[in-house]
């Protein structure tokens, strides 16, 4: 069962990827059928997969892979399931996840269970959008005590730069869809984001809290320089 | 002398503009050759015309107009030339203009000369972007008492929405073409600002200080409800 | 009762928003679950907000927070619903909302109710687009008895221009998404409200009529110049 | 000398164009070198081509072609030349050209010498923006007159709804480059002509002077029904 | 009966469009509830208003017109109603619909039912794209006897080029929305036709079957030069 | 029955296109109605045309046309129904289509059901993008014996470089609108094959398997110099 | 001296690629120092590698480079050099490089200069713009006769289509930035090739006559199938 | 000296940044006149800061400053002086910068000196581009041994998703704009990266090496978990 990978004819599973990259393979459930997903997990289970995340998947394709013998635990806001789970002891370090507003909470969730499932200590610190900056400054403690720091806003994205003056710390923006008319889907965060004055902040594409999560692990995890 | 304007061919000199909009004829200097100024300008001398903005300009063309009679006071920083100069009286008001960095510096002048020749007081607040939100915050008493704000920010355009969250006055946001990459121009902060997520935020075009500095004139001037 | 904001875990309720803003907070539906918007409003009648605007709900979850025993007057031209209403008094000033054709009226009612809720006296002038000129004409009188002047138009949103051209008042231009194939959504309309050639106009967002509504109601009732 | 075309290897001059077009060959010269643009009138003069058009060349290019033998007249304001002109006869027709703005003078050049060149009657109706109206509406006797309208605006591209309002015969919009900041090299004007809520507007591409005034040509010099 | 216009609240119907600009007030279905539409075509019936043009209704619409007494022939291809027919005499002219393929059929029958029921002589070209040239130049006598050609096409809008080059009257060019990915919603087309190398050749917006049938009847009609 | 083509009226059915396009006539369906599609078919069904391939239709159009008398092999993932299919011989040739990952299967097989129905071999390799490159390296030598080879992929679309630097033969790659935020309907992956920093590749509409599929066949079958 | 590759710290120059690719490394000169070009070519020299093609170069930089001890070719108007030259034999094959206009000279000629050096066949056909059919369809035989073609065309980009109809063998088209206005650098061209309705087009980048000069070898060097 | 910042009108220096933010102040210089940076390091030589990087300047920028009393070592690769040097000890940690291109360099060495004036350990690794998978291959141990890569690249940045499949540890994405035609000033780099489907990856503006440099010094010298 060590073997670099299983072909299933439309997909091929990669079980090195934990060995080389740290994390398991991730199902992105976007765009794949519930049968592809269920074949894919099916596959995972016989290899002795452990914490499967599956992204972007409605409560109903959770239910059907249930259903079909799936284990499966089902984060609605986040709308990912997590299937095979196995404690991954205590949480470690601390990943700050802030907020402009109650509107973009599905893709600080995505975040957030990601950082969780792979083990990681996650603070919420929601809506402390700019146009209010003294709930955000009454906040600085915990911000400046985080490792990384997760930033998600959509409309102008400015809590980037905001909290990108106040830490020390690496920022992950995330632009979120939220908002209309020239947002245009994200690109007026995104373009914010990508401007940012501040230093320490790089960017993952609009609605990506899956791939901050990746990466907030990644550097919360960091081993002290020897 | 009070026909409604005066045909040159290339150019229809309006006279009824001060008295139907608050100002009188502007000239717009960048993309017209200096002897169309020039032109214009002897035209508006016959009519008696009094500080006459002369935007765009190049220190080059102020001169070229200066030796060939114009009375012209020519102000490098901001490219604005002011002709036929007269005593507007005590400067009234408050107005302030808020930058986010030096590099700002050309349309904040624009702005703030219009407003000023128009015969208003003007606050310079210049390099106070969020990066550096100590700052800002350390100036808040000066912006709590503008009648206006004109804010003038390129790269991510962050300054409006905190600005904005800060204070209860109207606020022209003015996006500048200042930074590189993805700021394509400008665009970065003009979608920014147009996506504020704070109220009271309006937006005028890239780069244009002269039009932010009308619009504060008229706003600064308002006369109280009767 | 005087804490700085109320913390819902999804939510931080801003209860100095007010002083610091002149306006309370406001709830912007469009993105926010009905639970979510019901316990914002719950909570904020435990602080006796009074006059709370909700903004871009639909008659159904207008019912809803009716039915969950928030007091609530539904607009459904607005699709605003204003919870917690008490009288603001006789309304005050001159508010002109002018549009250029029917199919903007949603986004001018956004405007107007938002402005009457907090106070202002509204006029509407609405379908009087450029392509019959003489219907704007015949209404020259009533644009230059306004304080502030909001202009709903979208397609090539010409009206913000020509108006520009008539009157000495602020100009606060909305662009609409009406429209269709090179309107891009509402990107025509708000490049040709940014390049107006009129001066005293400046833009909000694509469809914000609430914002121009609580920008209105500040210069509506600028104090005069002492 | 009734060859379908001459071959220089570089171009192809296609004789047959006058028949099936109307009008004969035309040079765009704006990216060829003088040498090629030079090479293509000779070839034209041996088949004794008359009022040939180059356009996009600048006074040097205009002498270089006069000092190796082509007769040409230049005009500086439209950067087109004419060479072996011929009488056309009486201007024919009535084509009005009017523009928003000063700045807009090298392509409404462009328009009118390419329709006189053609033989057709031009009046040239310049700087009537509509920011004063009434120096629009002093003249809508002029507009009312013509037989087709090319109207030429940069910036927010307003004057080609409004003149669509006044007029009955056909409108060539064309949207120019002028501008700055979210004009975005002409896209502003060019959608909001697209966009124009007035009939009978069609629009040509950004400063195309030269194909405004072919397409007016045909159109004044339409026969009757019969 | 001879105001100037009626005015509904939301819609002000004008009255005076017919003598201004040779065809009546239109409405533009598009955006409007059908309950606008019947308030509006019931003024105008109480004006005595003939061949009244409904356009982007569904069969739904028109029923419901019909059934609340509205006179209305429905062209479910077109998806135009027309309100009051009356006979505008033997079709006049010669206009030449010519479109790509068949998926723009909506497009270019908005464009002939708007032209036929302005009283021109329509003769409809369908599907000669430039991939299967021998189709389209089979047709040429069609094109060359044409007064006005109204070209319609989607994807990348070569037809428009290629007819451009093949006749010597005005062509209007109405790019489509048809297609998937790289054509961006008719960017493709649109574009493409602005940019054509033939001369004579101007453009709508995207899938503006209406307004090219409007600029076609008014060039049809042209009067002969006296 | 040899004419050129057949004329519906809403369709000219191009005869000769095999004669000069090595394929025969092919129907997109994706914007014609079910009607249309079953007359095209009708017409073509007396001229006894094989192996028509009817792209971007659904199951329910497929049986539609079945319970109309057409002969049809639908295959539902590539959305191809393939009517009145003819042997084309033993499969010719090898096509390898190579995609990114699991999402762009349908694209994917559009493109392998066209290249089969021509009469090519074709291998598939799914699931090899470059975020797990021992996948793709695995399969060296499946590519580098490929005559020409179409790469699928979405999102970044790296895939089509980094095989472009292995491999000799040409390239077609088809970006795909699979993705999110960002990827802006195709846009990323199309720009970035675009700028393919390797030589050899060429690029196809966003999700156009079927013109991948016709350009292969026709490499595919190239005749060797003589 | 059979290393894979050599490095030079600024540049890996790879020595496998011509084995693995079957064309040796090319310098793309566009954004390197010619100081970095010759310190390539000097390594390429003592590798003792041929026919070496260095794309956009100015005369400059190539007497640069022969002055420094390379024997180099220049192409002026392909701007490319060809350093190190050997015969490649009889050219082979038959690769019709055609273009609309004699703008777009400098793309093809960079297409047939990479072409000719990698040992093919090249006819031009140039200026054969679909603004005049005839002289396209003068030339069909040269068309058919064509192994591969290349279609160079600014502005509409429409000649890919026209030539895409008329023949059956794999066509490369390349957009160029050649136009103004609305062609927004080469957009318009690249969308309308990418969208054509021909089968058989593939696209590569705008003015990229390079990499279609490499494909077209690829593509006419194909062996015939056993 | 221990103030938060001095006000020199046209800036005000954070004199409190390095405490909160781990670095001191920097000094973009790309859009500043040589004057306002020299009067920036006069007042920060007073503070007596240390290693202050002063970006995007030329050598005759550097010089100027030089000649007026600023000891300053300038990187002209880089375009970056780094004034009142002093050291940092030894570097500590391992940074990776790989390109893509030998034209990406400029870009490169802006994050290689911004990260080892930070006092980090940087590791140069060019010309690793995608079209010549061996050359990076070669190298994986390097990439592995990395606690954070800059991965630098133009065109269609497909090197940061290959090398983000190799590793796991954070990587840092700079698009770069060297390119030409669809890379549209290096906006397919960014969407490319922004898509990237390997997991870990994250974006700072284009061509911003300083912002890279800045970042990964923050997570090169990451405390390991307590």
Chains 1, 2, 3, 4, 5, 6, 7, 8 share one sequence.
């Not at 934990?18 to 991730?26: F, L, P, S, T, W």
């Not at 700019?130 to 990384?148: F, M, N, P, Q, Y």
Request: proline fraction near 2%; hydrophobic fraction near 45%.
């Amino acid at each position: 069962m060590n073997e670099a990978y299983s072909d299933l004819g439309y997909a091929k599973i990669d079980y090195q990827r934990k060995e080389r990259q740290g994390i398991g393979e991730v199902i992105y459930g976007g765009s794949k059928t519930r049968e592809q997903v269920l074949g894919i997990l099916k596959n995972m289970q016989e290899h002795d997969s452990k914490n499967v995340l599956v992204t972007r998947i409605s409560q109903d394709v959770a239910d059907f892979l249930f259903n079909n013998g799936i284990e499966i635990n089902y984060y609605p806001e986040a709308k990912i399931g997590v299937a095979f789970s196995e404690s991954t002891g205590i949480p470690v370090g601390n990943i700050v996840v802030a907020s402009a507003g109650t509107s973009d909470l599905a893709v600080c969730e995505e975040a957030c269970v990601t950082a969780e499932t792979l083990g990681n200590n996650v603070v919420r610190l929601y809506d402390v959008g700019v146009a209010g900056l003294h709930r955000l400054l009454s906040k600085v403690d915990i911000l400046r005590e985080a490792r990384v720091i997760i930033v998600v806003a959509g409309m102008e994205g400015a809590l980037a730069s905001v909290i990108g003056g106040l830490v020390s710390c690496p920022i992950i923006a995330v632009p979120t869809s939220v908002g209309y008319g020239a947002n245009f889907g994200g690109l007026s965060a995104l373009l914010s984001m990508l401007n940012s004055c501040a230093a320490g902040v790089s960017v993952v594409n609009i609605d990506n809290g899956f791939g901050a999560g990746v990466l907030a692990d990644r550097i919360n995890k960091m081993k002290g320089l020897s």
